[in-house]
């Protein structure tokens, strides 16, 4: 049925694999778009009176996917991180605001040693620091504050286990990957089928933007460069499948 015609129906389902291990490394299933974008060069001839266009040629084919999910992982991001994820002795910074009684105020969590600053506040406003502040693990000395007065506390404390921390480092990227997406495309017969794109190797891209705002929901763009698989005898970028 090589005639059939058919509609893209639904996005893609993609999973990156490890290039070295043939391993899966993520499942993407919450994807919005999977795009994939193919652009080539052109050169021509031209001659003749009129200088008109007598032949052309193309070269340089080139194809990128770009993947937009509705929701990020830990994993997702380490992936753009180019690291792992760190799920042990994660260090946090907390804040808080907390009214004094009997000159002492009592954290959420106990501070790293060193790390504990006291503001006092009025009106909501951040004024003068407080001088003297010293804590007993969670418990914190302000002698000389009144019942009543409020304070911001400002310190680093270890997390508790479950917490994550992915570092963004200058010397480290993000890896290659082969890809593989299912989609559904419906024929004119009304069946539909499950379509495939496999591609040996693509290079996750660098750039990408987190946004953070409070009226629109957030979403995560993955951008990947397809790469020549020197190991094929044509030269291939990607393949296409339809499973009948």
Not at 139 to 166: E, H, P, R
């Amino acid at each position: 049925m090589a005639n059939l015609r058919y509609g893209l129906k639904e996005v893609a389902n993609v999973i990156f694999f490890d290039v070295s291990t043939g391993k899966p490394v993520i499942f993407f299933d919450t994807l919005k778009v999977s795009t994939i974008e193919n652009t080539s060069e052109s050169a021509e001839a031209r001659g003749g009176q009129g200088n008109g266009k007598l032949m052309s040629w193309d070269f340089g084919r080139t194809a990128t996917l770009t993947m937009q999910d509705a929701l990020l992982s830990d994993l997702s991001l380490s992936l753009l991180a180019g690291t792992t994820v760190k799920d042990a002795d994660v260090e946090i910074v907390g804040r808080e605001v907390l009214t004094v009684a009997s000159e002492t105020v009592t954290l959420k969590q106990t501070p790293i040693t060193g790390t504990l600053n006291v503001y006092k506040v009025e009106k909501g406003v951040m004024t003068e620091e407080i001088t003297g502040a010293t804590n007993a693990d969670k418990v914190v000395t302000l002698t000389g504050l009144a019942d009543g007065d409020q304070v911001m506390a400002f310190y680093s404390y270890t997390s508790a286990t479950g917490s994550t921390q992915v570092t963004f480092s200058a010397d480290k990227f993000p890896a290659t990957y082969k890809v593989v997406g299912d989609t559904i495309v419906r024929g004119e017969d009304g069946v539909d089928r499950v379509m495939q794109f496999v591609i040996p190797k693509a290079k996750l891209q660098t750039n990408f933007t987190l946004t953070m705002e409070a009226e629109n929901v957030s979403t995560f763009d993955f951008t990947l460069d397809v790469l020549v698989d020197l190991a094929s005898e044509d030269k291939k970028l990607y393949d296409i499948i339809r499973v009948n």
